[in-house]
């Protein structure tokens, strides 16, 4: 369990070195995927502080999808988000895919933020 710790804590740290040279006082479009859900935040890091938050957990969205963990959950993810973030006045973000691929779910839900109005 320690080598995956380890590997993990790398990990992060290797993605996140890569944000702060590229974000420029931008908020970042943080993701996280598990096996049944995907979650989304736009978090602004100079304020130490989440705009918006949203998740396949969601009660709005939860009744609406047939399953939480495939690509069409996760297009909803990305609406839903790109709607928070507008209405809290966040037009551009950095992409922060948490050092999952760019492939799947991931993808799905950055096309759907940005077809929704963010732009990154």
């Known amino acids: 369990m320690a080598k995956t710790e380890k590997l993990f804590k790398r990990r992060r740290?290797?993605?996140?070195?890569?944000?702060?040279?590229?974000?420029?006082?931008?908020p970042r479009l943080s993701i996280h995927r598990t096996n049944q859900h995907i979650y989304a935040q736009v978090i602004d890091d100079a304020k130490g502080v989440t705009v918006a938050a949203a998740s396949t957990l969601d009660a709005g969205l939860k009744s609406k999808l047939k399953g939480s963990s495939n690509a069409d959950a996760a297009v909803e993810v990305g609406k839903l988000i790109a709607d928070r973030a507008k209405s809290a006045?966040?037009?551009?973000?950095?992409?922060?895919?948490?050092?999952?691929?760019?492939?799947?779910r991931v993808k799905a839900l950055a096309d759907a933020a940005r077809e929704a109005g963010l732009n990154f």
């Open 13 to 26: 740290q290797r993605v996140r070195t890569q944000i702060r040279k590229v974000a420029a006082g931008r």
């Open 89 to 104: 006045g966040v037009e551009q973000v950095v992409f922060d895919r948490g050092g999952f691929l760019f492939h799947g």
